[in-house]
């Protein structure tokens, strides 16, 4: 149990520096005078991040509900 917790709380803790364009893209995008091409290719990562935690967190939350909640008598 006490290895499981250092585990996560090591992967929380640790974190690599990385960058979230390929090398071309950052580039090209850097080069550019008013960075808003940049701030939406940004934007864009982050939205298509996020969509496969909101949908497993979703998935989740239904199995919670179908499994774990009390039912009503």
């Not at 390929?22 to 940049?38: F, H, I, K, P, Y």
């Not at 939406?40 to 239904?62: E, H, Q, S």
Request: one cysteine or more; charged letters at 20%; hydrophobic letters at 50%.
């Amino acid at each position: 149990m006490k290895k499981k917790i250092f585990l996560v709380l090591f992967t929380l803790f640790t974190f690599v520096n990385t960058n979230a364009q390929c090398a071309m893209c950052r580039a090209v995008l850097e080069s550019e005078d008013g960075q808003s091409t940049a701030k939406g290719v940004n934007d864009g990562i982050v939205y298509l991040m996020v969509i496969p935690y909101l949908l497993v967190g979703g998935i989740g939350l239904a199995i919670y509900m179908k499994y774990f909640r009390k039912k009503k008598a």
